[in-house]
């Protein structure tokens, strides 16, 4: 099964979680396709805005490793966890507080 339909899967088993749709968006911001990525990321906006607690971000997000974007959410991550307040981490998911989305998808290359 393509990766793109696994996220897609996990997305909508979890409706509250954000890391799947978060790498669900990364990956359809690859593809061009601008109807879905525009649902996705309305979508990603609305589970981020609702994050009340860090379970409800608590998985891996593209992109792994040290890429700048994935070192500012290990920062935050840190932050929401001493001071027991998830929505500076949950912000972290937005796009534009990621620089785009199309740079997470950079730095997967």
């Known amino acids: 099964m393509p990766a793109l339909q696994l996220w ?3 997305a909508a088993a979890a409706p509250e979680y954000v890391p799947a749709l978060a ?9 061009g396709s601008g109807t879905r990525t525009t649902t996705v990321r309305t979508e990603l906006e609305r589970r981020i805005a609702g994050a009340g607690s860090l ?8 992109p792994l490793g040290y890429a700048a974007v994935a070192v500012d959410r290990s920062a935050a991550l840190q932050q929401a966890i001493r001071t027991g ?3 500076h981490y949950a912000r972290t998911f937005a796009p534009s507080q990621a620089g785009s989305t199309a740079a997470v998808s950079a730095a997967l290359a």
């Open 8 to 10: 897609q899967r996990a």
């Open 23 to 31: 790498n669900l968006a990364t990956l359809l911001a690859g593809d």
């Open 55 to 62: 379970l409800a971000l608590d998985g891996p997000v593209l």
């Open 85 to 87: 307040n998830p929505a």
